[in-house]
């Protein structure tokens, strides 16, 4: 029951990578756009940047719940995701529509505040029509709600006049049923909720350090179930995460406050706190520098050379781009206690930074953060403090590893005891080591895909196909069915098998992976 729970979640928080990729997306056009709206530029450059923020600021943030209903409606769909996308848009506008028209009919529409809008009113704009503030979830329920619809109905046939109401066409009828209900009836509900929400951001924020703590620790110790999404998005986007009044137009959530702040910058005078969401990129950095020093520091002579080989590219990764997961899957499961450990201190580390006045978002790698530290102005983010408490951090981190390791043995890279299989993958292959072929015979005509594809038991094995940022998720029929030796003749970081499902670490490239399987298997991705 629990790992049906398991592989749902992670389902869920998969499809949730679609929208969250559009927002980073978004970000970065905003980005753009401020650096060609700066007061030296040409008046003409000025305009165009102007524009770009003010067209982005408005995709990107202040109608999430477009991007997350169809996002998720498409993401969690199985079948006919083309379908899938015209219910997502349909049932959301009826919603839309019959939450404002019921509100409207019934007086109960709020007055906006001087200066704050809608802000504080449990009512917002969304697509220009006035609805009930429920913010991203309005995305995220009605997303998931069509998604089930499509996946219960889509292959429902009638039979006769009728054959054309049955599939996607009745799904999609159904869906906005649904909608047209909820609409209405989150009239009545969701004040309720949104007291509730409040409730709860008030007690994050008076929690203060404690509840920053737990957050690090707690989003470093999901990674390895891949709910970590699911923990930070309800603070990046609802008013979990904070809510501020910038410009004078009301935001809600850590990432939209910043963003917001980041392309009105001339009118904020202090950074709002909600910004300590947005502290997870200086841990997992320096955390995997000292990680990959303690783990060199106390390899064995003859396992140092493949330790680097495996630490470095990997690093790599988490330094640019702030992508963990292949760094961390190389000690996470051969060392779950030092991988509590790192997540502790991950918690920590954050609240460091903020203790120490840290006001810049930095949840990506150094590539964000340079952008952030040359274009906010440093009297608002504090970012000085960043090298000392890396420096620190780091030193601390290392000590802490170096210690444990050498106390307790703990199976590393670089431990004479560790399998270095995956990171020798290449070289076996290359050296046609008769260790690292299939167990079965493979035909000279195969190539990687029909490696994945076999691998996992064949295609009448395979139920569903997914990923996320780093990892290909499989559903399959029959897990003894499932050959690690014939996936290995692909590269990847390794492979994890729950219940039904299995995970190829595959790394960034893994949509293209994703795709070219779902194109053999004749799959919609």
């Not at 504080?120 to 006035?130: I, N, W």
């Not at 930095?362 to 906010?376: E, P, Q, R, T």
Request: hydrophobic share 55%; with cysteine.
């Amino acid at each position: 029951m629990w790992e049906k729970i398991q592989n749902k979640l992670k389902g869920f928080a998969g499809a949730l990578l679609e929208p969250l990729i559009i927002l980073s997306l978004a970000g970065e056009i905003l980005i753009v756009g401020y650096i060609l709206a700066l007061d030296f530029m040409p008046e003409t450059v000025r305009l165009i940047g102007n524009f770009i923020m003010q067209v982005f600021l408005d995709v990107g943030f202040t109608n999430l719940p477009v991007i997350f209903c169809i996002g998720l409606t498409v993401g969690l769909a199985k079948k006919k995701k083309g379908d899938a996308a015209i219910l997502g848009i349909a049932s959301l506008m009826v919603f839309l529509f019959a939450n404002h028209t019921w509100l409207d009919w019934n007086g109960m529409l709020a007055e906006p505040i001087e200066d704050l809008g809608l802000a504080g009113t449990g009512q917002s704009q969304v697509l220009g029509l006035q609805v009930v503030d429920m913010g991203v979830f309005m995305g995220v329920l009605l997303g998931c709600m069509n998604a089930w619809f499509m996946n219960k109905l889509c292959d429902v046939k009638f039979d006769g006049v009728f054959s054309m109401f049955g599939g996607a066409t009745l799904a999609t009828l159904v869906a906005i049923i649904f909608a047209m209900v909820f609409g209405v009836a989150a009239c009545y509900f969701w004040p309720v909720v949104n007291d509730g929400i409040t409730a709860l951001a008030g007690f994050l924020a008076s929690s203060g350090n404690i509840g920053l703590f737990l957050y690090g620790f707690l989003y470093r110790l999901l990674i390895s179930t891949g709910l970590h999404h699911m923990l930070y998005m309800p603070l990046y986007y609802t008013q979990l995460g904070g809510t501020a009044v910038v410009n004078g137009v009301s935001y809600a959530g850590a990432d939209v406050i910043f963003m917001a702040e980041f392309t009105n910058i001339d009118f904020v005078t202090v950074m709002d706190e909600s910004i300590k969401w947005k502290f997870c990129g200086f841990p997992q950095m320096c955390g995997c520098v000292a990680a990959t020093l303690a783990f060199l520091r106390t390899a064995s002579p003859e396992q140092r050379d493949k330790a680097k080989k495996l630490l470095l590219p990997a690093l790599m990764l988490v330094l640019v781009v702030g992508i963990t997961e292949p760094f961390e899957f190389a000690f996470m499961f051969t060392a779950p206690v030092l991988w509590l450990v790192h997540s502790l201190l991950d918690g920590a580390s954050q609240v460091l930074i903020f203790v120490l006045g840290n006001r810049m978002s930095i949840d990506g790698g150094l590539l964000d953060a340079v952008i952030d530290v040359a274009l906010l102005p440093m009297d608002l983010t504090h970012a000085w403090v960043l090298v000392p408490a890396a420096v620190v951090t780091i030193a601390v981190w290392y000590a802490v590893f170096v210690f444990l390791i050498r106390r307790f043995h703990f199976i590393v890279p670089g431990q004479p005891d560790y399998d270095f299989s995956g990171a020798d993958f290449l070289e076996e292959r290359e050296k046609d080591d008769e260790a690292a072929a299939p167990a079965e015979p493979v035909g000279a005509d195969m190539d990687e895909i029909d490696y994945v594809i076999e691998g996992l038991g064949g295609s009448d094995n395979i139920e569903f196909v997914t990923n996320c940022v780093t990892r290909l998720r499989v559903d399959v029929k029959d897990m003894a069915l499932v050959n690690e030796d014939m996936i290995n003749r692909i590269r990847n970081s390794g492979i994890i098998k729950k219940g039904n499902n299995v995970q190829v670490i595959i790394g960034v490239t893994v949509p293209e992976v994703r795709a070219r399987v779902c194109d053999r298997l004749g799959m919609d991705y």
